[in-house]
Structures are given as C-alpha cells and as structure tokens.
C-alpha cells in the first residue's frame, strides 16, 4: 500500500521568509512518481512538480526548490522569500509508474503567509 | 488553458434529487479517468477509476449505486450522485493522464445538497 505524510497540519510564516514544506511517503514499489500540487481557496489543482523515483537530482523553479532523499523517503518543498500569493494548501502526492494515473495524496499543509 | 474541463463548477441541488458532474478531456483521449471527492479541510481520496467501455473501479467504502460513473466514450467521464443528501456537500474533481503519468485535473466541482 502507498501513504504518503505531511506532518505540518498549518503552518504561518512572516512574507519574505523561507518556509519548508516536509512530505514523507511510502511504497512498495521501485519505480514511483512524487507530485506537489497547490491548492488556492478557489479549489483547483495547481501543478507544481512531478519528480521520477529514478532522478534524485534536486530541482529549483523560481523561489521554489525541491528536495528529494530517496534514502529517506522524503520530498520536501521550499519556498524562498515568500510572498502572500503562496497562502494555499499545498499537497504532496504517489503514483506508480507507468500506466496508472491513480494518486496518493497526503493530507495537505495549509501554509499563510503574513504580510 | 486547461486540459481536462470540469462542470459544473458549482451546483446546488435538493436533498433526494440526483446531479451529474461531467469531465471532459481536451486535445487528448483518455482511456481511465479518476474520480476525487475532498471533505473541507481534508484531503483527497480517490472515489473510482472510471473505464471507458467498462465499469467503473470504486475504491473501498464507496458506494456505486449512490455514484454512478460513466465513461462512454474516450473523451467524457461522468459522475452522478444519486439522491443526494447533505453528507453528500463535498468538492469532487477529476484528473486523467495523458502519455502514462502527465496527470491532469479539472477545475473542481462544489456540490451543495440543501
């Protein structure tokens, strides 16, 4: 069975500071793909990454970085000086390799920014 | 723009009535969709895999008579719920992949049973 952990339920940070998001999962399988989705108030799903289990080369779009420790399980998220825009639930998500859409969500980190 | 449309994006409906949500592929066929439903404040759990020419998967706990999923064709999932009650309120959403694994997810549709 696939489970994925986000242990911060809520997190609140000052605007301009750097925030980590952590996500810790589980699988059975050796070839997997790891997602991180952002949810506004509004509902959709906001893409953000999809990372293959076989690539741990860490990843940097904008102020975002990702940092994935296959020895550890974990695929954490960070965002760098911050900015108000990136209130919103965000969550890490399992699927397995090829052919099968189905994804594993964890169970989302509300993150606020304070102006 | 977007590549799988949701709709409606919002519906409120009577407790006991049945409404469908629609989800439609754009640019690109998709042969398995999935259902999603959130509670608020929760997360995602996958209702069903939705098989276009064949029933639909249900996931444990879900009930297939109460929502009712059909894949007619490469390009339209549908969701039904059945005579909808208030526990029934939730957020459904849909995603389908494209190419194995490019998994793209519709709008969202808010359900409210009054």
């Known amino acids: 069975a696939q489970k994925v952990t986000q242990a911060q339920t809520e997190i609140s940070v000052v605007e301009k500071e750097d925030v980590t998001l952590d996500c810790v999962y589980e699988?059975?399988?050796?070839?997997?793909?790891l997602f991180w989705y952002k949810q506004p108030p509004s509902g959709e799903l906001v893409f953000l990454i999809r990372r293959n289990s076989f690539d741990e080369q860490n990843e940097i779009s904008g102020r975002y970085s990702w940092n994935f420790q296959k020895s550890t399980s974990s695929f954490n998220f960070t965002i760098t000086a911050s900015q108000v825009v990136d209130s919103a639930v965000y969550f890490c998500?399992?699927?397995?390799?090829?052919?099968?859409?189905?994804?594993?969500f964890g169970t989302g980190t509300r993150l606020t920014i304070i102006p | 723009g977007a590549v799988v449309s949701q709709h409606p994006s919002r519906v409120i409906c009577k407790s006991g009535t049945s409404v469908k949500i629609e989800c439609r592929s754009l640019d690109f066929q998709a042969t398995t969709m999935f259902w999603y439903r959130q509670f608020p404040k929760q997360s995602l759990m996958l209702m069903a895999t939705s098989n276009e020419g064949s029933k639909a998967t249900y996931e444990q706990g879900v009930e297939k008579d109460k929502f009712l999923i059909n894949h007619a064709s490469l390009t339209l999932s549908t969701l039904t719920v059945t005579s909808a009650h208030p526990e029934d309120s939730s957020f459904y959403i849909c995603s389908a992949g494209e190419n194995g694994n490019t998994i793209y997810f519709g709008e969202g549709s808010w359900l409210t049973v009054v």
């Open positions: 998500a399992l699927s397995p390799h090829f052919g099968n859409e189905k994804l594993t």
């Open positions: 699988t059975r399988d050796t070839t997997y793909y």
